[in-house]
T-cell receptor, first 111, second 117 residues
Framework: QKEVEQDPGPLSVPEGAIVSLNCTYS??????FMWYRQYSRKGPELLMY????GNKEDGRFTAQVDKSSKYISLFIRDSQPSDSATYLC???????????FGTGTRLTIIP | EAGVAQSPRYKIIEKRQSVAFWCNPI?????LYWYQQILGQGPKLLIQ????????DSQLPKDRFSAERLKGVDSTLKIQPAKLEDSAVYLC???????????????FGPGTRLTVL
């Protein structure tokens, strides 16, 4: 079993829709949770990070963590064509900088 | 602030040949990482440097891969000899010391796309 599982998609939704991206993990030592966005032919860029259960909002993006279920989500409201990219969840343990990534979900927003 | 620089951007070689990738991290970033990203997968850490010392190289195939970070700045990753399964994007990332960033955000370069024929 992989430490981090992510639905690879691809996912296509119309512009303006709400998008939900999800990851599950098996290592209960993971304490920090991140979402990276990767455009084609580019390196990943950090979108959001959280370290506690609950919701964290930043503009149109909301990151949700449920440590009891070992489940994290990223919600995108009012999705735009510029949101079309691959979204990678990543996580790490306390005191360790090594990131463990999910496989990524390829998202396309249709104008 | 200039980002992480990598070169070359693309490389095509035949199996059993050798290849080297170069990375220049963001100025002042002490920690440097090399990741391998196979098509359709997330990045996998190969090696992590803190200044010019190795912190984690547990997933580096040491029979064919080597990396160095001389003077704690630039880094090179080498593959010798290459195999077909080494075809991937090789990403370099850097981060600032943990005490200055709770998230310890890793900044990624654009990657080098390697094709082994």
């Amino acid at each position: 079993q992989k430490e981090v599982e992510q639905d690879p998609g691809p996912l296509s939704v119309p512009e303006g829709a709400i998008v939900s991206l999800n990851c599950t993990y098996s290592n209960s030592a993971f304490q920090y949770f991140m979402w990276y966005r990767q455009y084609s032919r580019k390196g990943p860029e950090l979108l959001m990070y959280t370290y506690s259960s609950g919701n964290k909002e930043d503009g149109r993006f909301t990151a949700q963590v449920d440590k009891s279920s070992k489940y994290i989500s990223l919600f995108i409201r009012d999705s735009q064509p510029s949101d079309s990219a691959t979204y990678l969840c990543a996580m790490r343990t306390f005191g360790n900088e090594k990131l463990t990534f999910g496989t990524g979900t390829r998202l396309t927003i249709i104008p | 602030e200039a980002g992480v620089a990598q070169s070359p951007r693309y490389k095509i070689i035949e199996k059993r040949q050798s290849v080297a990738f170069w990375c220049n991290p963001i100025s002042g970033h002490a920690t440097l990482y090399w990741y391998q990203q196979i098509l359709g997968q997330g990045p996998k850490l190969l090696i992590q440097f803190q200044n010019n010392g190795v912190v984690d190289d547990s997933q580096l195939p040491k029979d064919r891969f080597s990396a160095e970070r001389l003077k704690g700045v630039d880094s090179t990753l080498k593959i010798q000899p290459a195999k077909l399964e080494d075809s991937a994007v090789y990403l370099c990332a850097s981060s600032s010391p943990p005490r200055t960033s709770i998230a310890n955000e890793q900044f990624f370069g654009p990657g080098t796309r390697l094709t082994v024929l």
